[in-house]
């Protein structure tokens, strides 16, 4: 099997959470890690641990959702880097209203992080990744989805565009050697549900297949096997961990 020594990872969402658990993994595995995030702070929290595991990080702190930003940040990831060979789609946020009760402003910050934003990265992505003839996409969806959960209609919304587009991206960047997928979380006990009721979170557990939450460990093994070379077959898929 071929390791992945000296490739490049562009992970957004990556100052805390699953993300700094992925920065992590990508880390051991020796990839050359650039994480993108609105805390800087965070950002540098992760770099410590990796630098002290004797990975190497560069936190770039920025809001996804600022799109007409991004040729700046594009600027910053090319100065740094200079390629990329995994990209890593992470950073999200998500809404838990009744749709009566969502403003307008919260719609638009997650249209354009978790659509806008996902599409925009692959995009300027995959230009620099099909100069090598190879890539990695992986981006985040929602149980939500299928489900159908009421009060979270936009969130799910969104998150229904990001398997539309990891399926015609897919498609897409076959040709450039560029694999794209999803990967659905199952429950996971972090902050995004620390305000959901207890009630309404056994419900949603009963749902899954397997009655149980989730580690951010079962998202990276997933990963780990969908930026491998030996994966190279694997594109355009919806992993939904916890079975719907």
């Given at each position: 099997m071929k390791d992945l020594n000296n490739k490049i990872a562009l992970l957004t969402g990556a100052s805390s959470g699953i993300g700094a658990v992925i920065a992590n993994l990508l880390a051991q595995e020796g990839v050359t890690v650039v994480g993108v995030a609105r805390s800087k702070s965070g950002l540098n929290n992760t770099k410590s641990i990796i630098e002290n595991l004797g990975g190497e990080f560069h936190g770039i702190p920025f809001d996804i959702s600022q799109t007409s930003k991004l040729s700046e940040l594009k600027v910053q990831i090319t100065n740094a880097i200079g390629e990329v060979d995994i990209l890593i789609n992470n950073a999200g946020v998500a809404s838990m209203n009744h749709s009566?009760?969502?403003?307008?402003?919260?719609?638009?910050?997650?249209?354009a992080t978790n659509v806008i934003g996902t599409f925009l990265f692959s995009r300027e992505s995959a230009k620099?990744?099909?100069?090598?003839?190879?890539?990695?996409?992986?981006?985040?969806?929602?149980?939500?989805?299928?489900?159908?959960?009421?009060?979270?209609?936009?969130?799910?919304?969104?998150?229904?565009?990001?398997?539309?587009?990891?399926?015609?991206?897919?498609?897409?960047?076959?040709?450039?050697?560029?694999?794209?997928?999803?990967?659905?979380?199952?429950?996971?006990?972090?902050d995004l549900i620390r305000g959901v009721p207890n009630e309404k979170m056994k419900k949603l557990l009963q749902r899954q297949a397997i009655h149980r939450y989730g580690d951010p460990i079962d998202i990276c093994n997933v990963i780990d096997f969908l930026i491998?070379?030996?994966?190279?077959?694997?594109?355009?898929?919806?992993?939904?961990?916890?079975?719907?």
């Open positions: 009566i009760l969502t403003p307008i402003s919260t719609a638009r910050k997650i249209l620099l990744m099909k100069n090598n003839k190879y890539g990695r996409i992986i981006n985040f969806t929602t149980f939500a989805v299928p489900f159908k959960l009421e009060g979270e209609a936009i969130y799910a919304a969104s998150k229904a565009g990001v398997i539309t587009l990891t399926e015609i991206l897919s498609r897409e960047y076959a040709s450039f050697g560029i694999t794209v997928n999803a990967v659905s979380p199952p429950a996971i006990q972090t491998k070379h030996e994966s190279g077959m694997v594109t355009g898929q919806i992993v939904y961990l916890g079975g719907v």
